[in-house]
């Protein structure tokens, strides 16, 4: 707030060094505003004219109404700051300050006073506020600002009876791109996405980074939910072209997950689950638009359902091991057995591996269940010993959690001495995808297992982002094909190479290779023929438990 100047006060202050001498008459406009040292930033032209009262209305701070008060009160004023238009075209603030002039018989006859450039030290403030609001990387609201803007817009909406739809956009296997590139590169990503979602988002849109690598579009005012959907669609198209980085063309792809206010969430947290909810849905079902359905709510429901019945499950050791055997495609006997999780729920019925395992790494519980799945199985391993079979290796899944933890090695080591096994009866998979999740420490443990004289397969290997020449930097000792790759050679000729390439790249590395998924005999003579070393799948047995296995291990022994 700017204080009345006493007399004195009032003229010294136009003595002052400033950039502009300004004149207004009795009627309060700006008759004359003349630089006194040069500065271009404001055209002095553009404020002749211009009624002091309403410059001083759009003061900083809040308080224009105060300063526009004190003029029309005809009282000397100081330190107001106006926002005006640079002769650049940017903007530019200014302080004021004037004292009111009378004539000889004390008639008013306007203001006389001085306005100095302000311009960097306001700029380098907003600056502050935007980095304090703004996401560096992408130039969005981060969380926080866009929270507080979005909630503003959804209550206004609910008052008015509009409609809102907020877009969840996600890379796919963003951070297989960073494991794979680097996180240096995985920016310039992210970056380039930004860009191009805010180049295919109309600027009335709220846009915002809320975590990780997702992106957020709050839709204020669509006029449909086919322009909400229609929108998210484009963003996936321009999202999916390859993002050139240093003259090399890195593939993406994008997932957009789509949920209406107030139908699919009353307020901005329910109505972010939801979209996210529907842009993972999309990426299961390889990528695209998602809608947040009255299905997909009911399967989020279940999901919650279940990580509450997980721990329980786990407590009362409700899982199952199944064992599916790795068969010789020379000689056809059994060389190996996958070690396969099971959980049956007394209301759910059958949980597939492929809902309850995602749950039981989000929540951590997937250490422990991993070391129980170890141990059983080392359990088991004893027991046919103990009844005179000598079975071959027990491959034992490991997540890319576990593979994270810095006692991985010690834990696994620790269950083989306690269940008396010996590191070569065991042999670790890891997927393809998981390793590269893993990042970091995971190349470590892996080269430890393998000190220790723990085998390791890479499982699935084809469905993630690693290149052929990837093999030579990782210490395993098992390739297993995935199974599309072992359905697809005999009807896709590129799927053919790609499949002979494999084997020839992991003989030249001595290692050995497994065909999953093998299903006919057609296809086993295909696999053999490429030089496969052994193949697993339901043409020789399906996962079955540890008593079947027994009697079906004795049968096909030599």
């Known amino acids: 707030m700017s204080d009345p100047l006493a007399p004195g006060e009032a003229r010294a202050l136009l003595g002052l060094s400033a950039d502009w001498r300004w ?111 703004d996401d560096a990387l992408t130039g969005f609201y981060n969380r926080s600002s866009f929270d507080e803007r979005a909630q503003s817009l959804l209550q206004d909406a609910y008052a008015a009876g509009r409609a809102c739809a907020l877009l969840a956009i996600g890379l796919d296997r963003f951070r297989l791109l960073n494991g794979i590139y680097g996180h240096r590169i995985g920016d ?38 086919d322009e909400a959907i229609a929108l998210a669609r484009s963003l996936v198209a321009v999202l999916s072209r390859p993002e050139n980085v240093d003259g090399t063309e890195i593939a993406v792809s994008a997932s957009v997950g789509v949920a209406l ?16 909810a529907a842009r993972l849905h999309a990426l299961a079902a390889s990528g695209g638009v998602g809608q947040y359905t009255s299905s997909l709510a009911r399967r989020v429901e279940l999901r919650v359902r279940l990580a509450q019945r997980l721990r329980r499950a786990f407590e009362a050791r409700d899982f199952r091991l199944f064992y599916q055997p790795l068969v010789s495609l020379g000689d056809g006997r059994a060389v190996g057995a996958e070690v396969l999780l099971r959980w049956r729920d007394a209301e759910l019925g059958e949980i597939p591996p492929s809902e309850f395992i995602p749950i039981a790494e ?20 004893r027991i046919w010993r103990e009844v005179g079979l000598d079975p071959p290796p027990l491959a034992v899944n490991i997540s890319s959690v576990q593979l994270r933890q810095p006692d991985c090695v010690p834990a696994l ?39 220790a004289g723990i085998g390791t397969a890479l499982d699935d290997f084809g469905v993630g982002y690693s290149s052929l020449s990837h093999l030579r930097d990782l210490p395993i000792q098992r390739l297993k094909i995935d199974r599309s790759f072992t359905s697809g050679c005999l009807d896709d000729a590129r799927t053919l190479t790609i499949v002979r390439a494999i084997v020839a790249m992991a003989r030249e590395l001595g290692l050995l290779v497994t065909a999953e998924g093998v299903e006919t005999e057609e296809q086993a003579g295909c696999m053999r023929a490429l030089g496969c070393d052994s193949a697993q799948g339901y043409l020789y047995a399906r996962p079955m438990p540890a008593e079947d296995f027994l009697r079906t291990f004795a049968h096909k022994s030599p």
Do not use: K
């Open 23 to 133: 004149r207004a008459d009795s009627s309060l406009r700006i008759r004359s505003f003349a630089a006194t040292r040069g500065s271009g930033v404001v055209d002095p032209a553009s404020w002749i004219g211009e009624e002091l009262p309403a410059l001083l209305a759009s003061s900083l701070g809040g308080e224009g109404d105060l300063a526009a008060a004190q003029v029309r009160a005809r009282e000397p004023f100081t330190g107001w700051v106006v926002r005006s238009t640079g002769s650049d075209g940017h903007p530019a603030w200014l302080r004021l300050a004037g004292v009111p002039v009378h004539g000889a018989r004390g008639q008013f006859e306007g203001y006389e006073g001085v306005a100095s450039d302000v311009s960097a030290c306001f700029a380098a403030l907003e600056q502050a506020e935007r980095m304090r609001m």
């Open 413 to 451: 080591l620790s269950a083989l001495e306690s269940s008396g096994v010996s590191p070569w009866e065991i042999e670790v998979e890891v997927t393809e995808t998981g390793l590269l999740d893993a990042a970091g420490g995971a190349h470590e443990n892996l080269a430890r297992l393998r000190t």
């Open 188 to 225: 310039r990503i992210l970056a380039g996405a930004a860009a191009r979602v805010r180049a295919a988002v109309p600027s009335r849109h709220l846009l915002g980074r809320r975590g990780g690598a997702g992106i957020e579009v709050l839709l204020a005012d669509p006029a449909s939910e």
């Open 362 to 381: 989000e929540s951590g519980l997937i250490v422990e269940l991993g070391d129980w799945v170890l141990r059983e199985a080392c359990r088991q391993r």
């Open 261 to 276: 206010f107030p139908r699919d969430g009353a307020d901005l947290e329910s109505l972010a689950d939801a979209a996210e």
